[in-house]
């Protein structure tokens, strides 16, 4: 029986005591090694339940469990040191240091991690430079500012730091918005290749319903939330 990763209780999130709240969430559990995809529109609550599941959101009520951490129970400090140890997050818009180079971009997150840096067998250059071979970057653009790469290109650099050091648990909030579908498609498979080597547990939020069939598990949180939908 596969281990569960993710288990959100009872939960509710607002932002302020006074209003309605953003989130209520009965249960909601992932099981490692799992593909998931969280869909939804605009305001329905992705960016807020991915803020519970990295510990920058904190529950008023109810349990978030990740990696059998409760993550209410830990301070500040030891959820950004779980962060950075534990999950590898792609941004909508990557958040990529835009005058580091590549190479220097996807070995962060072993500057910022112990753990992540031991995952890694010999030089984390060396990792990183084949995961962005195996995400179909060029090698002549290794070491080039960020900022000087394509749309497309910058996105493998992020999926690349995310995977770097194999971490239990990938979040992915809308990284393929900015590319075309057949590109969409072509990154979501070079992906979900890559967390199944690291052996990564992947979530992945859109508002776009058309990837939907490229997962084999789909959670619309439009439906999952019991909140507002306005919210």
Not at 66 to 92: P, T, W
Not at 104 to 128: D, H, M, T, Y
Not at 140 to 167: D, M, Y
Request: hydrophobic content about 40%.
């Amino acid at each position: 029986m596969s281990h569960t990763i993710i288990s959100l209780t009872d939960v509710e999130f607002r932002w302020q005591a006074e209003q309605a709240p953003t989130l209520q969430i009965e249960s909601l559990n992932v099981v490692a090694g799992e593909h998931l995809f969280i869909k939804g529109p605009s305001g329905c609550g992705k960016s807020t339940l991915l803020g519970l599941l990295t510990g920058i959101n904190i529950a008023q009520q109810g349990q978030v469990q990740v990696l059998d951490c409760a993550l209410a129970e830990l301070s500040q400090s030891k959820r950004d040191k779980f962060r950075a140890d534990h999950l590898g997050y792609i941004f909508q818009q990557f958040n990529l240091l835009p005058y580091l180079s590549v190479i220097e971009n996807v070995v962060l997150p072993c500057r910022f991690s112990s753990k992540r840096r031991q995952a890694v067998e010999g030089a984390p250059e060396k990792q990183a430079e084949h995961l962005l071979e195996r995400l179909h970057l060029p090698k002549g653009l290794l070491n080039k500012p960020v900022i000087e790469l394509s749309i497309g290109q910058q996105q493998r650099v992020a999926a690349a730091r995310a995977l770097i050091g194999q971490p239990e648990l990938i979040i992915a909030d809308e990284p393929t918005s900015a590319l075309d579908f057949n590109n969409r498609t072509a990154f979501i498979e070079l992906l979900m290749e890559e967390a199944e080597q690291s052996k990564s547990t992947l979530v992945f939020v859109s508002h776009d319903p058309t990837l939907e069939s490229l997962f084999k598990r789909t959670i619309n949180l439009e439906t999952l939330n019991r909140a507002s939908a306005t919210a």
